[in-house]
């Protein structure tokens, strides 16, 4: 397990250098799943920001921010960047184009300008928390904070939309 007593990641450095106020959270060992990282930082997991890293071409990325269990709608996201053709980022390409593991992915202190998407369910939540750079650590935030840190930003609506057919219809 990566040493975690420190307080300064590149997330932290570049929210810190914008004014951005946040507070940190360390999970008390590893985290295997939503729900539990949801329950360790008090929220519900809805409020936990997954940043997907999609490769559009090579060494082409974008970086979609959800909140909680929604799955990505393909057809959606292909649709919104007029893609044909798009793949998530393997581990490797997710280390070399944001510098994070997987679990730790956030979209500040990238090595270089990438291309984020905002799903607007995520508006939708007052206080969020998102990867920190450093797996098991968490940063926590107000949305509001999050979108001033991001800048002008591009939402969407990118998750699959729940089913509405009911049973035996």
Do not use: C, K
């Not at 997991?45 to 393909?74: H, K, N, Y």
């Not at 920190?132 to 800048?151: D, F, K, M, N």
């Amino acid at each position: 397990m990566p040493d975690i007593t420190q307080d300064s990641t590149s997330v932290t450095r570049a929210l810190d250098s914008l004014n951005v106020p946040y507070r940190l959270f360390r999970h008390p060992g590893p985290v295997r799943s939503l729900s539990q990282a949801a329950s360790e930082r008090g929220q519900r997991p809805e409020q936990v920001m997954r940043s997907i890293v999609f490769r559009l071409a090579q060494d082409t990325f974008v970086m979609v921010l959800v909140g909680g269990p929604g799955q990505i709608s393909w057809p959606a996201l292909r649709s919104y960047l007029g893609q044909s053709r798009m793949t998530m980022a393997t581990e490797a390409e997710l280390l070399a184009a944001t510098g994070y593991p997987p679990g730790a992915v956030a979209p500040f202190g990238l090595p270089a300008p990438m291309r984020v998407l905002v799903d607007e369910s995520l508006l939708a939540e007052e206080e969020i928390s998102m990867g920190s750079g450093v797996r098991y650590l968490a940063v926590i935030l107000r949305t509001e904070h999050l979108l001033r840190a991001l800048g002008p930003v591009e939402t969407g609506a990118f998750l699959q939309q729940p089913s509405t057919s009911t049973p035996g219809a």
